[in-house]
């Protein structure tokens, strides 16, 4: 393995080895601290529940969660999430959220000590909601219900979300994955195009680009832009890599299907999964 998530893909410049993906904070949280357990409040407490999860797991991508530590120092901040409405902007609140020092120094701290743990064998990825995505949750934090998205506010969102990558621009990440809210399948080619200023801020850094959308791939100039796209159903052409998404298959005692070129597994476990299951079932998607 790399430290470059681009090294790693199937179907690209790189040796493609990488052969399951695994979305795995809400089950290792849950299953070595305990329900309720946040290793977020700070990046030596973080390490040692990272280092703990990566030993229980062996994961291909080393993922680090931004959007659930933004979660979890807000917990702590009262004051802060009284502040996120008080402007009637659309994009206000996560511009907000993603300008507090705090919380950036803590991804700092975190990211390089993440990297330094994984000594260059696995890829480092930034996993976070879309622009679209973490607009929609940071109006909810600030109480707005039902909140209607527009354009421009998808595209406000994400130079937000760029100019928080540029504070871990001098650490070398392997990747970031933007992902879709779960409900979401209705997602427009306008969309992805609107992500343009995060998009370039990552290919500026060279960080591989990869894209979890929850419904059909958007007809979008922008999705080529992308280095893997992962999704039980989307499939896209070199020399991009597609992500399978199995996590339903998986977990239902489904037949798994068998990988093409330039094509990996992507699981998500559930918090509540048994053990046992887990393990067997990562034996079987490695086999």
Known sequence: MSQHLAD??????GG????VWLKASAYTRRLLLGSGGDPWVSAPQYLAYFSQ????????????????????????HPE?????????????????????DEPRQILAEVVEAVIANLRGQTPLVLAMPSPKHWL???????????????????????????????????????GVLLEEH??????EATDVERYRPLINVAKHYRWSLALRPRGAAPAS?????????ISPIIRVPKPASSGVDVGAVLWHGGSLPVLDQG???????PAEQQPELVLESLAWLRA
């Open 8 to 13: 790693d893909l199937p179907g690209g410049t």
């Open 136 to 174: 929609r949750h940071a109006n909810a934090l600030a109480g707005r219900v039902g909140v209607e998205l527009d354009p421009d506010g998808i595209e406000d969102a994400a130079m937000y979300m760029a100019d928080l990558m540029r504070s871990v621009s001098a650490y070398p990440v392997g």
């Open 80 to 100: 802060v999430v009284a502040e996120l409405g008080s402007k009637r902007r659309l994009s206000f609140p996560l511009r907000k959220l993603l300008e507090q």
């Open 53 to 76: 999860a990566q030993g229980l797991l062996r994961p291909d991508v080393a993922v680090v969660e931004v959007g659930e530590m933004f979660d979890s120092w807000l917990s702590r």
């Open 182 to 187: 779960p409900t979401d399948s209705d997602m």
């Open 221 to 229: 100039p922008a999705l080529a832009e992308f280095d893997a796209v």
């Open 16 to 19: 493609g080895r990488l052969r």
């Open 263 to 269: 094509q990996f597994y992507f699981v998500e476990i």
